[in-house]
């Protein structure tokens, strides 16, 4: 079974900056693609970031240019750089990875809440 687990996340000033990382039970390279969603109190979860295997990346408007999404394949690490974080960044972010086996199959992390508020 995949286990992804989040780690990072915090309380941060509007402005600031912090890095999440999602490390998987085993080798990520079986994934199509990892990302990043976020969700917020009352609102849908939200594709935030995603990388593929390929390294292709793709974010969602509001974040383009200040977070950066990477991955180590040694490490089997996903990371999400944020920076300039503002306070409608605030939210829960789950770690994703999913591959396709006759079907879409998604894994999800337990999430790690990011808190940007002076």
């Known amino acids: 079974q995949v286990q992804l687990v989040e780690s990072g996340g915090g309380l941060v000033q509007p402005g600031g900056s912090l890095r999440l990382s999602c490390a998987a039970s085993?080798?990520?390279?079986?994934?199509?693609?990892m990302g990043w969603y976020r969700q917020a109190p009352g609102k849908q979860r939200e594709l935030v970031a995603e990388i593929t295997r390929g390294v292709t990346t793709a974010y969602t408007d509001s974040v383009q240019g200040r977070f950066i999404i990477s991955r180590d394949n040694a490490k089997n690490t996903v990371y999400l750089q944020m920076n300039s974080l503002k306070p409608e960044d605030t939210a829960g972010y789950y770690c994703?990875?999913?591959?396709?086996?006759?079907?879409?199959?998604?894994?999800w992390g337990q999430g790690t809440q990011v808190t940007v508020s002076s």
């Open positions: 085993g080798s990520i390279l079986v994934f199509n693609a």
């Open positions: 994703n990875a999913w591959l396709n086996n006759l079907r879409r199959n998604d894994y």
